[in-house]
């Protein structure tokens, strides 16, 4: 018998997230720094939180659309800092604001979706992890797309986050091998 990935548990939100959208290739780059930030916004935290306000966040962040984002300032961190739809966190709200200017620039210079994917040789990694156990928390490729992130202005972006946001994105196929996804995902590979 199949089973999903054990993490997903038995929550209908976080089920529909696994069975839809967890590791399918992403590869528009408005989407991706979506994905980058609310990775980001996790940290500390479950992500079934980060889902469950994900519609707020959307909403708070202009759909996150990193063009507007970048040009945002105190005004609308403290704007965002009283919105109990997402999560208040200063450091997180203001790393938003850098990483759409760290966008930017990335975007016009070669393409914030290129860019990612050069990493992989523009094809998402298949893993064969039988189990949660063997899934690193983070590796040495998410180390070093860490710090050159970091380079380029980004925050909020360590090696954990940095992986967990490539599983989300389909970057690397982390499904566990008995997941009817696991199969799903690789055929979406190319």
């Known amino acids: 018998m199949t089973e999903r990935c054990d993490w997903c548990g038995t929550d209908p939100l976080y ?3 696994h069975d839809t959208e967890w590791g399918v290739p992403e590869r528009d780059g408005r989407a991706l720094y979506e994905k980058l930030v609310l990775d980001g ?10 889902l469950r306000k994900r519609d ?4 708070a962040f202009d759909g996150f659309d990193p063009e507007r984002i970048a ?6 961190v403290a704007r965002l800092l009283r919105d109990p ?3 208040r966190h200063r450091g997180k709200i203001e790393a938003a604001i850098r990483n759409a200017r760290a966008w930017q620039e990335i975007e016009a210079d070669r393409g914030f979706s290129t860019y990612l994917w050069s990493y992989v040789d523009g094809m998402p990694v298949q893993n064969a992890f039988a189990s949660m ?14 710090r050159d ?5 980004f925050a909020f972006c360590g090696p954990t986050i940095v992986y967990a946001f490539m599983e989300a994105s389909g970057f690397f196929n982390d499904h566990l091998v008995h997941c009817p ?10």
């Open 41 to 50: 916004f996790q940290a500390g935290l479950s992500w079934l939180t980060i």
């Open 133 to 146: 156990a063997e899934v690193p928390a983070w590796t040495p490729l998410s180390r070093q797309i860490s």
């Open 56 to 59: 707020n966040f959307r909403a």
């Open 181 to 190: 996804r696991h199969e799903e995902v690789r055929a979406m590979a190319g």
């Open 85 to 87: 739809g997402i999560v």
């Open 71 to 76: 040009c945002w300032g105190e005004d609308d």
């Open 15 to 17: 089920l529909r997230y």
């Open 149 to 153: 992130l970091k380079v380029r202005g």
